[in-house]
């Protein structure tokens, strides 16, 4: 048997828009406003988005069930398996002490901490985003400003705002080749359209990161470190989306945007020097070690992203699972595709090609040349999965919510009530994204779930689908900084502090500045459309 969506249960598709939307105002607003933990308030979205699911939309209670228990096992594997080993690479880098003589290395390219922010959060986590992304650019970046000195928060923040220009181009490009598998469209054209668009807000992210870190007064006093580091990531990301791929973007422009920041910090400091941050004076013999753990990080991630690395793997060991009462039972249908299809429901058990498992071996790589027994890696690797047992149970419960959603069609009536908006669909059409991945976690998802959207509706308003699809991508990543997972994952990242802050807490701190950074992506590809054709790629 198989269950069609319908998208408009109610007979008004803003009835039914608002009716869908309860599950995320559930659980945003036991987060943002009644500070009730994330576990709880997951668990209560889920409830909601269940019932809307079995008795507003009609779907199986079986079905319904499947996508929630689908949506949590994926939370365990891949997502948290990323995070897990990424937090296993830092507990380990502090357990030898190699951590403090990577602060003090840091700091010595600026004592300052808004050029920290720069190089720490916009540009390595970048560099993490195009090899691993998920959550571990996030998981990172906030561990390592958390032992620079920045305080629990502020670093959370950071990571989160850092976290946005390089989303599309992930994990070597898989968000834009997933967008092409699904709609059909040229996968260098999707790349080159999306090469058009982010770049402006990679010049304007780093001056809005710095400014969220100390306000515009504070911002101004390094602008000049703020422009060069935009201004070489940008044009790196134009080049490489425009006349290569999508594949290397991220990797190219973190590093070319590292080695300029750096360069530029030896014949220029500012003139408002910003407070010092306290590190503690340390003694090492091969201060190279230090950067060991992140070194294996990169090198294992890159390896294991690499395509024909990952095929090799598969093919030692990769277990796909039908998920039954789920696996082609639920029929999406027009407008949101062309025509009806089935929707696949398939977990993906690729242990050896993971990118959590390349995180892990290069921990257990950097920890044994650092020194470590066998014994004492095992041991620290359990107090890392005690210490997260509650953020992994919260982003599982929080992957079932917006797997219910996604296979009920709840969060495809919000896109459709969007995507009926006729001249002003340009404008909206990254917002859809910007939605799709608020509720996901993922570009990847919204992509599969708003591709064929956004191209169908192009076609119906004479706009282009090139156009329109790529900006589903390009809207989508300023949702990444107020997606559940990422910020459980920035809190998980800057815990273990007697002011950590929980993840409402750290939602209302970054909430707003992803709103006003998807609305300007609004104008910008409304803009395209209507005023500047020249930059559509054709």
């Known amino acids: 048997m198989t269950w069609s969506q319908n998208y408009d249960p109610l007979g008004s598709l803003i009835l039914s828009s608002l009716v869908a939307a309860v599950p995320v105002v559930t659980l945003l607003g036991l987060l943002a406003f009644w500070h009730v933990r994330a576990q709880i308030a997951a668990l209560a979205g889920l409830v909601v988005a269940l019932l809307i699911a079995m008795f507003v939309y009609h779907m199986p209670a079986s079905m319904a069930?499947?996508?929630a228990v689908n949506g949590a096992v994926f939370g365990l594997f891949p997502i948290g398996w990323i995070v897990l080993n990424a937090m296993f690479v830092y507990n380990l880098s502090v357990e030898t002490?190699?951590?403090?003589?990577l602060q003090r290395q840091i700091a010595s390219v600026s004592s300052d901490r808004r050029i920290q922010a720069l190089l720490i959060a916009f540009a390595f986590g970048a560099f993490i985003e195009g090899a691993a992304g998920f959550g571990a650019p996030v998981a990172i970046t906030g561990a390592l400003m958390i032992g620079l000195g920045f305080k629990p928060l502020e670093a959370a923040k950071l990571a989160l705002i850092g976290n946005t220009a390089p989303v599309a181009f992930g994990s070597l490009g898989t968000p834009l080749t997933t967008l092409a598998d699904i709609t059909g469209l040229d996968l260098m054209s999707l790349s080159a359209m999306v090469g058009r668009q982010l770049p402006v807000f990679s010049l304007i992210v780093p001056f809005w990161l710095v400014a969220a870190q100390v306000g515009v007064r504070g911002m101004l006093g390094v602008w000049p470190a703020c422009f060069v580091t935009g201004a070489?990531?940008?044009v790196m990301q134009f080049v490489m989306s425009n006349y290569h791929g999508p594949w290397l973007v991220d990797i190219v422009s973190a590093v070319v945007a590292m080695a300029v920041l750096v360069l530029f910090m030896k014949v220029w400091k500012p003139k408002d020097a910003a407070e010092k941050p306290v590190v503690a004076e340390v003694r090492e013999a091969s201060p190279w070690k230090a950067w060991l753990p992140w070194v294996f990080l990169t090198a294992f991630v890159f390896c294991w992203g690499m395509p024909a690395v990952k095929s090799g793997l598969n093919g030692v060991f990769n277990q796909e699972i039908e998920v039954?009462?789920?696996?082609?039972?639920?029929?999406r249908v027009p407008p949101v595709v062309v025509h009806a299809e089935l929707e696949k429901a398939v977990f993906?058990?690729?242990?050896?090609?993971?990118?959590?498992?390349?995180?892990l071996l290069a921990g257990m790589a950097a920890g044994l040349c650092l020194g470590l027994s066998p014994m004492r890696l095992l041991k620290l690797y359990g107090v890392t999965i005690w210490k997260l047992r509650v953020p992994l149970l919260t982003i599982s419960l929080m992957l079932a919510l917006g797997y219910v959603t996604r296979y009920s069609g709840t969060d495809t009536t919000m896109g459709l009530m969007m995507a009926d908006t006729g001249v002003l669909f340009p404008f909206f059409s990254p917002i859809i994204g910007w939605?799709?991945?608020?509720?996901?976690?993922s570009d990847t998802s919204s992509n599969v779930l708003f591709g064929n959207l956004q191209q169908v509706t192009a076609n119906q308003l004479h706009l282009s689908p090139i156009h329109m699809a790529a900006s589903n991508s390009s809207g989508g990543v300023m949702g990444k900084m107020i997606d559940a997972q990422s910020i459980v994952v920035a809190a998980v990242a800057t815990g273990g502090h007697p002011d950590s802050p929980d993840a409402g807490t750290v939602l209302r701190s970054v909430f707003w500045h992803s709103?006003?950074?998807?609305?300007?992506?609004?104008l910008l590809v409304m803009a395209q459309a209507y005023w500047l054709p020249w930059m559509i790629v054709k």
């Open 515 to 522: 709103v006003a950074l998807a609305l300007l992506m609004g």
């Open 348 to 359: 993906k058990f690729n242990a050896l090609s993971a990118t959590g498992t390349a995180a």
């Open 324 to 331: 039954p009462l789920l696996h082609k039972m639920v029929e």
């Open 435 to 441: 939605l799709g991945v608020a509720l996901t976690g």
């Open 232 to 234: 070489s990531f940008g």
């Open 97 to 101: 002490g190699q951590f403090a003589v």
């Open 65 to 67: 069930g499947m996508a």
